[in-house]
């Protein structure tokens, strides 16, 4: 095989430049029309480009690449068939397309990989943008002359109880330009890509991206030529998570349909009444997967246990509203599912905006410091309450604290680490389920660009949070605490110990995680307080008997009186954010990830006074540990507080209402199918680090071995440094890797040394500032704590071969470590100096070998 020729490559992401390389090696005379058989071909074409992989295939082989002749990639071959899992009807999801890119990797042995996720993730955004099918789509070929198809996706969207719902005209789709008139004006202007605002004949009209009016209705004297009205549909959503649904209609119709179990299913046609029709003339409607209608219900159908959506305003909205389908409920459930069916009618109190539950007691803030951001205001307030003059200043400059709540670290500090820089979060990710007041059923958690806190519920309904939570660190130093590390030794290595660039190590993991990109939005009932969230993360509220909001839950205690009402849409609002959780966990994976992989890194440059643990070894093994707890976690604790919840309202409705629970409150109904997430995407790839003679620990170098068979041991001691890497450590003298350590001089000036060097000890003679770090890499062969065990030099990544040289024999003469990359330059150079230079000396034979204290 052939490597790739560099001037043939485009300049790209190095992960998918090495699929690239891949396929270009893998290309010949057979094969060059059907490159779409090669795997790492299909997966580079996927992010370097259809017509730029064909042109540097051309470039590298001299072959002509015939478009035409290139077969697509049908549900068929093998390549899509391992892409979807053998699923050939299947649409290629964002999982699979990100598990092939992996594999594919992998499969190529690829030096390089995505620095995170996102990466991947952005490749798939670019497909399907192109494709203009939505998130998920059947991919059809890589053809570059195939048209982009313009069909949305074929996947069912899982519709809520309401709605968003604009009224007004909307340009057709694939418009280019969209018309105005305002006789005897006419304004054209190109299809908006942002929101906008046109002038027709002295009127100003807000256009959505897109082109739909928005902000209130269009008016009567303003046409939009060539467009279209939009269609409101008041179909029944079926309960979810359910095997069957029943259609019903009087006077005694009935229909019970079995729900297609997966996506590739085919629809279950449903025939109503005889002389049943529905607005568009047809008495047919279809079932698809998970439970979704398609078509149009006749108006007379009803759907026991079934959810009336209702029309919502746009966000923007401040016109006139008039709901698109004012029918009542009756209009849409049968005599003979009028005792199951849910119901919209206005008797029903409809939600209110604001979200008033309390915290649960345990999880008012996480270790009450004010760790989470949007808590601090309330810990500073009472802090400095107690100090008056300086409130103001304090309040408009919250800080952050973290806590070694188990450790007396230091009275003077109170047990805290703070951070002096205010880190507050403006433009950022919001997550949401949508507000309270749109009430429903939806858990479809939905990531939204802001600039500003959002509006959310109204006030204090969104707050600021980190996504890998400053806790954790307090977390982790009570676990390797509790496996015998004291605190004075976690007091003098982390909390009082200054780092390479001043600051305490403390406060430096503290800095790591209280970032920007370390934050999102999120509504009140999502964390509240942390009360949603620390449920999982603190592992409390975890049993039946005493789930999330316990506490709360037992308030309910009618279904009339406007406290109790608001309880339960308050619950039932908390626990749709609880069922999302799993969602919200998948969603900010790449954050968390990238958090905690600072947070090892900054862990991996601490040197400890002694070696009593590997800190970013145990930090990784202790995270993945705990994390791996959390899918768990999050659909107990949803199912938990849900059951609670539903026993309470059935004991009141025994109690009060003859066992009728009344069909306002939607989730009662249907029950919850909460969210689960891949754990292992949270957790950042564990250290290679040697397991023996960890940082911290102290020893001396044997250097090798004399002509007279006597070991040549050096006289200073060494200590073992963390280097801030994954792989390997530093060695040398001081207390870390800014003090004095190995570094090497490059030799290349002499013809007999190629690219060798000369490793500089630290505590010789000679010592040059400015060098190239040299790293260690004891032999540990799986043995862990103090071992005797040959060591290894490294120099920019490779591991070095080295020659000793005694400068003048029989003496305590310096010694000159020459190494190289290969055994055979290292013996060379060393030969050279010792015939130029040292012709007393000697070479030492035998390998290096640390030895601890």
Known sequence: KRAAIPACLKTVELSCLNLAANCIDSVNAGNVNTLWSIKSCVAAATCYGVGDLITSVECQTGFVVTNSAQAALPTSVSIYNGIVMGCTSCAITQQNYIDFYYGQLTAVNSANFPSSIDVVKAFWSAITTWA?????????????????????????????????????????????????????????????????????????????????????PLPPDISIPGATTPIWNPNIIPPTSVPSVTFTAPPSFTTIVAVPTASNSPPKNITGPPGDKNSDGDNWWLLVFPGVIDGLLPADIGIPGGVKPTAAPPPDWTGVWTDPDPTSTSTHNSASASSSASSSSSSCPQPTAAYSLSDDDENSDWEDLGSDPDRRRRNIMTNVARAGAVMLVELINPQTAMAFTDCEINKEH???????????????????????????????????????????????????????????????FKSIKNQGVSCTW??????????????????????????????????????????????????????????????????????????????????????????????????????????????????????????????????????RTLIQTYPLGCTSRATNSFNYYDAQMTTVANQLNNGVVPQCFPLFQVGINPTTFTWQNLVPPPSNLPTCNIPGTEGILQLGVNPDGGAEKGAATYRVM??????????????????????????AQYPSCGNGAVVVDPNGPGTVAGLSDVLFSPQCNGQTGKQTVPFSFVLNGQTLSCTLIVRVAGTNSPVDIICAGSAAVAVTCANFFLSSRYPNGHLLTGPMMFIPS
């Open 414 to 476: 109170d047990n805290v680490v703070t951070n002096p820089n205010t880190v507050k979060l403006k433009a950022g990710t919001y997550y949401t389920i949508g507000p309270k007041a749109a009430g429903g059923i939806g858990i479809a958690l939905n990531p939204i660009v802001v600039n500003g806190r959002p509006t959310g519920g109204g006030p204090k309904s969104v707050a600021q949070e980190h996504v890998f939570e400053i806790g954790y660190i307090g977390q982790f």
């Open 722 to 747: 963390g280097a801030g890497r994954a792989d390997f450590y530093g060695l040398g003298i001081g207390t870390d890797f800014t003090a004095s350590h190995f570094v090497a001089e490059s030799l």
């Open 490 to 623: 976690i007091v003098n290595n982390v909390y009082d110990q200054d780092g390479w660039d001043g600051r305490k190590w403390a406060l430096s993991l503290l800095q790591e995680i209280d970032q920007i990109p370390n934050m999102v939005w999120v509504d009140t009932a999502m964390n509240q307080g942390k009360h949603s969230k620390s449920n999982v993360v603190n592992q409390n509220k975890a049993t039946a008997t005493d789930p999330p909001q316990r506490e709360n839950i037992e308030k309910i205690s009618d279904f009339t009186t406007t406290s109790s009402v608001n309880v339960i849409q308050d619950m039932e609002y908390f626990i749709r954010n609880l069922a999302a959780l799993g969602s919200y966990f998948d969603n900010t994976a790449a954050t968390f990830q990238a958090t905690a992989l600072r947070v090892q890194n900054r862990l991996a440059q601490i040197t400890p006074n002694t070696p009593d643990v590997n800190l970013p070894v145990a930090f990784n093994a202790w995270l």
């Open 132 to 216: 203009a099918t939505g998130s998920t789509k059947l991919i059809r070929s890589l053809d570059p002359n195939i048209i982009p198809p313009t069909s949305t996706t074929t996947t069912p969207v899982i519709p809520y109880t309401q709605i968003t719902w604009n009224p007004n005209p909307a340009p057709t789709s694939g418009a280019v330009s969209e018309t105005f008139v305002k006789s005897p004006t006419t304004v054209i202007i190109a299809i908006p890509t942002a929101t906008t605002s046109v002038v027709v004949g002295g009127t100003s009209i807000k256009l959505a991206p897109g082109g739909t009016p928005i902000n209130s």
